[in-house]
């Protein structure tokens, strides 16, 4: 699961729940670039430790969530000036910094999250701009320098339902494997609905990614019933859709083969907690536990599956 360390620390029934439902947690933000290297010279430990810390006493996976992305940057990064040299430098010391600082603590990294459009073009980011297309590369090559043990994804939305997106992904990550770059899966966010997309794009992105021999990890996964932000009411019908969607995916997840199933994240706890309703304004209900943490029928569909 997602966490934010603010409920954590914060709410005891989300912390109960942390605990005892999820055996893998991703930072919801507190490791992306804002957060942890706040200035040039400043690297901000302190919240991310704490995750690391909760993830140890109670035995979890730690997956790192993100090393490159184009948002929730310092402006320190948006305003660095220099040449594309200064700014390959100071790429690889953020990268290398921060994975050295949780070499042996986090398991895998999205090492470059959203680099790509819908349409199979390469998103033009400041890492881009500024270092050329080779940053993608680069940016395995170097998490991998520091933390040789560390399983490097990398993570986008729509892969299944956007085909020119997932050809030009593995395009692009098979060439890399060729020459040697350590990339080692993919994450899909599964950011989806209730209808979208359908099962069968999901099963023919499963099966591309894993015959082309990469890890999967549905990465954030939440499931929308209102993705078009009507005036609703949750109903027992929009629930049981919502748990037949996690049950179909989750069946289709399962068989790919086992060494390919990384896992499922769920990005949030409780419906009060989804960044859905921020982001987009809407009324939604898309993870497992209601908005006072209790199980939805969604949960214990997803729990008969696993
Ligand atoms: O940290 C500030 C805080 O100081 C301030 O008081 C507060 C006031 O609004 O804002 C806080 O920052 C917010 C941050 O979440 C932490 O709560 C940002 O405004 C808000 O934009 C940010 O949203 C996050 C979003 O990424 C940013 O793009 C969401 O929580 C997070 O769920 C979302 O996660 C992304 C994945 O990283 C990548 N894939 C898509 C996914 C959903 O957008």
């Not at 270092?131 to 680069?138: A, F, L, P, R, T």
């Not at 609905?193 to 099962?199: A, E, H, R, T």
């Amino acid at each position: 699961m997602a966490i934010d360390l603010n409920e954590l620390n914060s709410d005891d029934r989300y912390r109960t729940v942390a605990m005892n439902q999820f055996n893998s947690i991703t930072a919801e933000n507190i490791f992306k670039p804002v957060y942890l290297h706040p200035n040039e010279n400043t690297f901000n430990w302190v919240e991310a430790d704490q995750l690391v810390d909760f993830c140890e006493t109670n035995n979890k996976r730690l997956h790192g969530h993100t090393l490159i992305w184009h948002n929730q940057l310092p402006s320190w990064i948006e305003n660095f000036e220099g040449t594309s040299s200064d700014w390959d430098l100071m790429f690889k010391k953020h990268i290398q910094t921060i994975c050295t600082h949780f070499k042996g603590k986090v398991s895998s990294w999205d090492v470059v999250n959203e680099a790509f459009e819908d349409n199979g073009e390469l998103r033009n980011t400041i890492w881009r701009q500024k270092i050329g297309d080779s940053y993608i590369e680069k940016a395995f090559v170097y998490a991998h320098e520091s933390d040789p043990d560390a399983v490097l994804f990398y993570n986008d939305y729509n892969i299944a339902s956007k085909k020119a997106k997932r050809q030009a992904i593995l395009e692009l990550f098979n060439s890399l494997r060729q020459k040697g770059v350590p990339i080692h899966g993919i994450g899909m966010q599964m950011h989806i609905s209730i209808d979208y997309p359908k099962n069968k794009k999901i099963e023919n992105a499963l099966t591309e990614l894993s015959d082309d021999g990469y890890k999967i990890h549905f990465s954030e996964i939440d499931i929308s019933v209102n993705p078009n932000g009507k005036d609703i009411e949750p109903s027992t019908e929009l629930y049981d859709c919502q748990a037949d969607k996690l049950t179909a995916i989750t069946k289709l997840y399962k068989e790919i083969p086992s060494e390919y199933q990384y896992g499922m994240t769920f990005w949030g706890v409780s419906d009060q907690n989804t960044w859905i309703r921020t982001f987009f304004g809407r009324e939604d209900y898309p993870l497992l536990f209601d908005d006072d943490y209790n199980t939805k029928p969604v949960y214990c569909k997803f729990k008969e599956t696993l």
